[in-house]
């Protein structure tokens, strides 16, 4: 069984950061098996994808409207992604889910909430 926590998220000023934090309850040997994610949900709107970064990190992926700000990372020994944001902007308010992904299944977490006031 997967479990992904998220934390970090909050309340912050339009050009302020935020570090999100992604523990995964996987064993380590299985964890480096596993593509980590970072997707996002707005207030009316459906979720969209944020980054992701394949098992050693090597590879990341970014969606065109965070790329430049916003990095995705991770620590294998420790069984954690980080998402660190900077310069954020107020639409990039949002409740930020952090994914495993294995053999096309993907699993969640319940999600982290950050406000970016103008």
């Known amino acids: 069984q997967v479990q992904l926590v998220e934390s970090g998220g909050g309340l912050v000023q339009a050009g302020g950061s935020l570090r999100l934090s992604c523990a995964a309850s996987?064993?380590?040997?299985?964890?480096?098996?596993?593509?980590m994610g970072w997707f996002r949900q707005a207030p009316g709107k459906e979720r969209e994808f944020v980054a992701r970064?394949?098992?050693?990190?090597?590879?990341?992926y970014y969606t065109n409207s965070v790329k430049g700000r916003f990095s995705i990372s991770r620590d294998n020994t420790n069984n954690t992604v980080i998402l660190q944001m900077n310069s954020l902007k107020p639409e990039d308010t949002a409740v930020y889910y952090c994914?495993?992904?294995?053999?096309?299944?993907?699993?969640w977490g319940q999600g982290t909430q950050v406000t970016v006031s103008s």
């Open positions: 994914t495993a992904t294995l053999n096309a299944i993907d699993y």
């Open positions: 996987i064993s380590r040997h299985t964890f480096i098996s596993y593509a």
């Open positions: 970064i394949n098992w050693s990190g090597g590879n990341t």
